[in-house]
């Protein structure tokens, strides 16, 4: 049985299986579908193709005896030369001083380590004596937590392969195998850990990319299938007519790409269906606007609406500025940590009664005491910081209500429509008019001092400015320690009367809203932040951002820190300063500078990177795929969703035998009791 435990397979005792734990795995199905996250391939190359700094294989006959030498505490350094190609290469060996005995002058020798392609130096890592094999000798390398080892876990899953083998079952249809020319699943998993050629290797990852496609898809249209109709009745009165009229009212006419949008809301509400829609657009491009007047449309449909935001600065600014633009069309709460005591219970009960149209909050807002009297319409600003989780409270309190999420990081349209398979998506490409882009420069480490110079120039003037620190991602403390010594600098340089602020992750909220409330006030001129800061703050008069680090950070993150400043009326600057080493690097600092466009960014970003680094740690809410890659398997992303469209539409997982195992894996994930999400 494949769900055993690992202690049955040959060679696994009580103690590797616990410290298998660590990679979640416990049962031999587990272990089996521990894939390799890299494989180290051995393969002789030509000197010519080789390329600098990578792990390359060489051949050739050694040409002196090694000379040994020590330094340090016991450390060793053995280098000799090879002949490779009727040229001289030099070979190092660190710490390998044994070594020296095992290699002569006129040995043939094969090496394994990093290229330096200047200087046609080979550090090894790896040798063996004797020619390298004929074929590409391939690795698995599997990515390791706590003290296993990957030559035991290796051994421990070709001792598994062994024994369970013909115990792995075909899940897909067959004819999807034979269509596709896809291996069947047992021959593909021994072919994932131990691959014979690299076009083997190729077809058993094409396999597990379908599969995970297939059933992530599946799992999408079947929430989609089920919330609809969970949700049936759905339907909002709205009033048309009162909501043009309060669109006039507006200082400004909407963009194309706002009405589309709008539109396209507000057909949701008036449709039976519950909405569950994603309305992208970047910084500034016009959201808030959208989503006041589908509030209102909620409410002239008599119900109340709640707006959602990750943070309490944010809730304020947005309490704010909907104030502002409702006037007395609606009346406006902010519910937030502070409002607390006697006051807090007033505005629950006006809530609960319906005293009160909009409520404005941080995730509190549907989690504690809050109940509405009919909720309709839910925003939840900055969509990847609300998870299932809270659209599980959501539907346990027994609210049903319409939900636009709302995002500032610009997703390409392709992965957005395949990664949200179970939401629509919104899409403002388009800027008001008579917006001035953020004037962007990459510069070097050693021009901070002027830098310094140019927003303290423009501080004088009355402005202000942010100094993203370099970020390092290993360790959060490290981070802080930077933003910290940062901040001194910049308060030692300046004069006294130009103020420093620091900002970072480990103050408390409490202690962030402060900071935010004196920047926003232009009581600290200057804000030295950590990464915190990119979440929708919006202080228009700050003209400057400065990301030290810039290389790295994705594009799209880049975009969003620079979305920061440009808010207002004055001409707005993002300085970037990096010392890129790669062609790749330089090249995204080009591409920042020349464009604006956080969509062109997204898919340039995305190009470059791929979607995991693309959206960062783990916040995005996207799927994470085993073996497949959103883009660079893109088109296989688009037949699993043709074909799970097609299993959906025609019911086969209920009426096909075909199909039956594919239901039972579903089922697994328990997504046949699943009413939504
Ligand atoms: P977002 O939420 O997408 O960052 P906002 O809705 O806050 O953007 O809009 C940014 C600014 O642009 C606001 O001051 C808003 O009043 C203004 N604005 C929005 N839509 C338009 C428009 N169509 N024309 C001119 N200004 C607009
Ligand atoms: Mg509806």
């Known amino acids: 049985?494949?769900?055993?435990?690992?202690?049955?397979?040959?060679?696994?005792?009580?103690?590797?299986a616990e410290e298998l734990l660590a990679l979640d795995i416990r049962t031999v199905e587990d272990l089996l579908f521990y894939f390799p996250s890299r494989y180290d391939v051995f393969e002789v190359k030509p000197l010519s193709e080789l390329i600098h700094e990578d792990k390359v294989t060489i051949e050739g006959r050694v040409l002196n005896t090694p000379s040994l030498s020590f330094f340090g505490k016991k450390k060793s350094r053995l280098s000799f030369n090879v002949e490779v190609e009727n040229v001289a290469v030099k070979a190092v060996m660190f710490n390998r001083a044994f070594a020296k005995k095992q290699i002569n002058a006129g040995d043939t020798i094969t090496l394994t380590g990093k290229w330096d392609a200047h200087r046609l130096q080979i550090t090894v890592s790896n040798y063996k004596k004797g020619s390298a094999d004929t074929q590409a000798e391939i690795q698995p390398l599997y990515s390791l937590r706590g003290n296993i080892k990957n030559i035991k876990l290796k051994k421990a899953i070709l001792s598994a392969i062994k024994a369970?083998?013909?115990?792995?079952?075909?899940?897909?249809?067959?004819?999807?195998?034979?269509?596709?020319?896809?291996?069947?699943?047992?021959?593909?998993?021994?072919?994932?850990?131990?691959?014979?050629?690299?076009?083997?290797?190729?077809?058993?990852?094409?396999?597990?990319?379908?599969?995970?496609?297939?059933?992530?898809?599946?799992?999408?249209?079947?929430?989609?299938?089920?919330?609809?109709e969970a949700t049936e009745g759905n339907q909002q009165q709205v009033d048309l007519e009162k909501v043009t009229t309060f669109m006039n009212q507006f200082p400004f006419t909407l963009t194309n790409a706002q009405k589309k949008s709008l539109n396209e809301i507000l057909k949701d509400m008036q449709s039976p269906y519950r909405m569950n829609r994603l309305l992208q657009g970047d910084v500034g491009s016009g959201k808030t606007a959208v989503a006041a007047l589908a509030l209102y449309a909620s409410i002239t449909a008599g119900k109340q609406g709640a707006l959602m935001v990750p943070t309490e600065i944010l809730a304020e600014q947005h309490y704010q500025s909907l104030t502002e633009l409702f006037g007395k069309h609606a009346s406006i709460v902010?519910?937030?940590?502070?409002?607390?005591?006697?006051?807090?219970?007033?505005?629950?009960?006006?809530?609960?009664?319906?005293?009160v149209d909009i409520v404005i909050g941080t995730h509190a807002l549907i989690q504690d005491d809050v109940f509405f009297h009919d909720l309709g319409f839910v925003i939840v600003d900055e969509q990847h910081r609300f998870g299932v989780e809270q659209r599980r409270m959501l539907r346990e309190k027994g609210l049903m209500p319409d939900v636009l999420f709302m995002t500032a990081t610009p997703i390409p349209r392709t992965l957005a429509i395949t990664a949200f398979g179970d939401m629509d998506v919104s899409v403002i490409d388009e800027m008001p008019a008579g917006r001035k882009d953020v004037e962007t420069y990459w510069t070097k480490e050693n021009n901070f001092e002027r830098v310094l110079d140019f927003i303290q120039k423009h501080v004088r003037n009355g402005e202000q400015a942010y100094v993203i620190c370099p970020l390092i991602e290993e360790s959060d403390k490290l981070d802080i320690q930077n933003a910290v010594e940062l901040y001194h600098q910049?308060?030692?340089?300046y004069p006294p009367e130009i103020k420093v602020g620091l900002m970072h992750g480990r103050l408390s909220s409490e202690e962030k809203d402060e900071v935010m409330k004196d920047f926003a006030n232009n009581d600290v001129q200057i804000l030295v932040s950590t990464t915190v800061v990119e979440v929708g703050v919006?202080?228009?008069?700050?003209?400057?951002?400065?990301?030290?680090d810039a290389e790295r950070f994705?594009?799209?993150?880049?975009?969003?820190?620079?979305g920061r400043v440009g808010r207002g009326d004055q001409q707005s600057y993002c300085i970037l300063i990096a010392e890129p080493k790669s062609e790749v690097g330089k090249e995204r600092m080009r591409i920042m500078c020349e464009t604006n466009n956080g969509f062109t960014l997204a898919e340039e970003d995305l190009k470059l990177r791929g979607p995991g680094d693309f959206f960062g740690k783990k916040q995005s809410g996207l799927p994470e795929f085993k073996v497949g890659d959103m883009v660079h398997d893109y088109r296989a992303l688009e037949t699993s969703r043709k074909d799970a469209q097609e299993i959906i539409e025609n019911n086969l997982l209920e009426t096909s035998q075909d199909y039956y195992r594919l239901k039972q894996e579903l089922e697994k994930e328990g997504l046949f009791e699943t009413k939504l999400d």
């Open 164 to 228: 369970y083998e013909n115990q792995i079952e075909e899940i897909l249809p067959q004819h999807f195998l034979t269509a596709y020319k896809l291996p069947n699943r047992s021959l593909a998993v021994n072919t994932m850990h131990f691959p014979a050629s690299r076009i083997a290797l190729k077809h058993a990852r094409r396999r597990f990319t379908y599969e995970e496609f297939l059933l992530f898809q599946l799992k999408m249209q079947l929430l989609r299938k089920i919330n609809r």
């Open 554 to 562: 994705g594009l799209s993150q880049l975009h969003q820190l620079r």
């Open 490 to 493: 910049l308060s030692d340089y």
């Open 334 to 355: 902010l519910l937030t940590g502070s409002v607390k005591g006697k006051k807090r219970r007033e505005l629950l009960e006006k809530v609960e009664n319906h005293e």
């Open 1 to 16: 049985m494949l769900n055993e435990s690992v202690t049955n397979v040959n060679g696994i005792g009580e103690k590797f």
């Open 538 to 548: 919006n202080v228009p008069n700050a003209t400057i951002m400065v990301i030290h």
